[in-house]
């Protein structure tokens, strides 16, 4: 059954602490991405990577981190820094075979981050 | 800051009726236009992407681009109780590496 799988579904933080976000895929995307989504707004870019053990800032990096070790894997650390983290954060990929789709994100579930 | 706006809503039609959701984007060098649904508390979904100036058909939808006027829009044809979603609109900006900018998306409710 082949897709993006996040985990956990939700996830609660208390302060001061670091919380990883995990995303696999099986899809063999070489691209994945991370997104935040506030209630009522779209999603917006985190960090993403278009190969392994490289990986870009996106728009609203701050407070976070990630790691590429392996093509499957992308997860995502909210750190103690991110002063404010109740999300919906979702793990994307790209990269199909044909030219025409490699431009083409799959979401994963996502996952629901709240403080405590 | 390349930007995609959209109209929030909400948008209502009735049940049958045509369901038109627009979306405009400020870098003229985009080249790929992409439409998601997203459920309440669920993950985006594709439903089209278009490249090239004109229209594109799937099913019930269709997919608008007019790059000239910067313009990208979905049409929804005999629309249902099950289409009620938030339709985002993404774009990928000339020199992002396959980067999505997402609007803020339409939310849209579908009236038996």
């Known amino acids: ?6 985990s956990p579904k939700y996830l609660f933080r208390k302060e001061g602490q670091n919380v990883t976000l995990s995303c696999e895929q099986n899809l063999n995307h070489d691209a994945m991405y991370w ?5 009522g707004q779209g999603l917006r870019l985190i960090y993403y990577s278009q190969i392994v053990n490289d990986f870009q800032k996106g728009d609203i990096a701050e407070g976070y981190s990630v790691s ?6 992308f997860p995502l650390t909210v750190t103690s820094a991110q002063k404010n983290p109740t999300a919906f954060y979702l793990c994307a990929s790209s990269g199909g075979a044909l030219t025409s ?13 709240s403080v405590l | ?32 236009f992409f439409w998601y649904r997203q459920y309440s508390g669920k993950s985006p979904e594709l439903i089209m992407f278009i490249y090239s100036n004109g ?6 939808f269709t997919a ?7 313009y990208v829009s979905l049409l929804i044809r005999d629309s249902q109780p099950s289409d009620s979603a938030t339709y985002l609109c993404a774009v990928i ?11 803020s998306g339409t939310q849209l409710t579908v009236l038996p």
């Open chain 1, 1 to 6: 059954d082949g897709g993006i799988t996040q």
């Open chain 1, 35 to 39: 997104y935040r989504q506030d209630p």
């Open chain 1, 68 to 73: 590429r070790e392996k093509k499957e894997s």
């Open chain 1, 101 to 113: 789709n490699k431009n083409i994100q799959y979401f994963g579930a996502g996952t629901r981050l």
């Open chain 2, 1 to 32: 800051q390349k930007e995609v706006e959209q109209n929030s809503g909400p948008l209502s039609v009735p049940e049958g009726a045509i369901a038109s959701l627009n979306c405009t984007y400020s870098d003229r060098g985009s080249q790929s």
């Open chain 2, 55 to 60: 229209d594109k058909e799937d099913g019930r």
């Open chain 2, 64 to 70: 608008q681009l007019n790059k000239a006027s910067q």
């Open chain 2, 93 to 103: 900006s000339s020199g992002s590496a396959r980067q999505l900018t997402f609007g």
